[in-house]
């Protein structure tokens, strides 16, 4: 499904009604977006997806898996035709594509072995320590990891493999989106591994709080601003939260932080 960017806000909109169906870019992340134990796709993003689609006229979500790191590239070679994973939004993926208003906001949390022997509770802490460190390819939590000094840092699939590199003691440390650490620890109770407090990021010696949203291609801003328009009236209504409640979210990670404010340098 090609779409020209004429710079009149693109057609795919029209495109997808006719079709009816959409196809949603995941990346396997729990609990933005991921295929469930029965095959099936689920997580917060697909949800929330479905349900605005489904009020601009398209009835069906079609799940098409990738690695974090290939979903910009896969987004705008037309692999599929939005973004549904939870991406940060950052001024260089603002270049790359346009997002719609952030669901939710999110500190950081570590996977450390029980009892969290080298005390880990800050990017700084584990540089300070020398400590080893993992997260998702692609995961904003690499850059805050250097930002604080941290050398040895490795990538590993998602967050299960990052739990099991704990208990298995190849990393020290595994550093994730709050909900995602306390979701994989919940779900396999670990007796092995822990999840730390929330971390808050330090960049420029000021504290982050990440936001994350649905990406589309640049000339689709027809698209981008229905789909908005539709997530802001679920985010008047309560209706946003009582969808993200069942994938671990709560009120204090909803948000009004805007993508505009995000995307500036």
């Known amino acids: 499904m090609a779409t020209a960017d004429t710079g009149d806000g693109g057609t795919l ?3 997808l009604r006719a079709k ?3 196809r949603l870019g995941l990346a396997g992340e729990q609990p933005y977006s991921y295929i469930g134990k029965d095959g099936e796709m689920t997580g917060s993003a697909p949800a929330i997806a479905s349900r605005i689609f ?5 009835d069906s979500v079609q799940p098409f898996a990738t690695e974090f790191g290939s979903l910009i590239t896969g987004l705008n070679s037309l692999q599929f035709d939005v973004v549904a994973a939870g991406m940060y939004i950052n001024p260089e993926r603002c270049e790359q ?3 719609a208003d952030p669901e939710y906001q999110m500190l950081d949390a570590f996977i450390v072995p029980k009892g969290n022997p080298k005390n880990l509770n800050s990017y700084k802490d584990i540089a300070e320590a020398g400590a080893t460190m993992a997260t998702g390819v692609g995961y904003a939590e690499i850059g805050y990891a250097e930002e604080a000094g941290v050398k040895n840092i490795t990538t590993l699939p998602d967050q299960l493999a990052g739990l099991l590199a704990v208990e298995q003691g190849r990393v020290d440390v595994f ?5 995602t650490v306390f979701n994989v620890i919940k779900e396999t109770e670990s007796t092995k591994a822990e999840a730390t407090k929330e971390v808050t990021p330090i960049v420029d010696g000021k504290p982050v709080i990440d936001v994350g949203g649905f990406a589309f291609r640049s000339p689709e801003t027809n698209l981008r601003d229905s789909f908005n328009r539709e997530l802001h ?9 009582e969808i993200m409640r069942p994938f671990g979210f709560t009120k204090d990670q ?3 932080i805007t993508a505009k404010e995000k995307c500036a340098p």
Not at 54 to 58: D, I, N, P, S, T
Not at 175 to 179: E, N, P
Request: glycine share 12%; hydrophobic share 45%; aromatic share 4%.
């Open 13 to 15: 909109l029209d495109q």
């Open 20 to 22: 009816g169906t959409v």
């Open 54 to 58: 489904k009020e601009l006229g398209v």
């Open 97 to 99: 594509v346009i997002f």
């Open 175 to 179: 550093a994730g989106t709050a909900v």
């Open 233 to 241: 009236k679920l985010k008047k209504s309560g209706e946003l939260l």
């Open 254 to 256: 909803m948000t009004t």
